[in-house]
Nanobody, 112 residues
Framework: QVQLVESGGGLVQAGGSLKLSCTGF????????MGWSRQAPGKQRELVAT???????NYAEFVKGRFAISRNNAKNTVYLQMNSLQPEDTAVYYC??????WGQGTQVTVSA
């Protein structure tokens, strides 16, 4: 079964950190651009970060300097390191791969 499985979400206080993981099963995370998006309650889903096949990265302005996307090819996993978290970062975070593959999402809640 082809799927992306996220983990690492949870509850953290403002200023804290979390590291999200996205592991591919039956899907190669190295072969296409991978990314993370998020959706807060009542808001549209928004792009957070991307990583290309050549490890080029891009970030939304609102996470630059705080979040970092990376990949471990041996583990077929993409990560999102999130530092200096703020309440406005509260959302369900989804990983995805180009060509329409999405994970089920992991909840991140940041308390004030």
């Amino acid at each position: 079964q082809v799927q992306l499985v996220e983990s690492g979400g949870g509850l953290v206080q403002a200023g804290g950190s979390l590291k999200l993981s996205c592991t591919g099963f039956g899907i190669d995370v190295r072969s296409r651009t991978m990314g993370w998006s998020r959706q807060a309650p009542g808001k549209q889903r928004e792009l957070v970060a991307t990583i290309t096949t050549s490890d080029g990265t891009n970030y939304a302005e609102f996470v630059k300097g705080r979040f970092a996307i990376s990949r471990n090819n041996a583990k077929n996993t993409v990560y999102l390191q999130m530092n200096s978290l703020q309440p406005e970062d509260t959302a369900v975070y989804y990983c995805w791969r180009t060509a329409g593959y999405w994970g089920q999402g992991t909840q991140v809640t940041v308390s004030a």
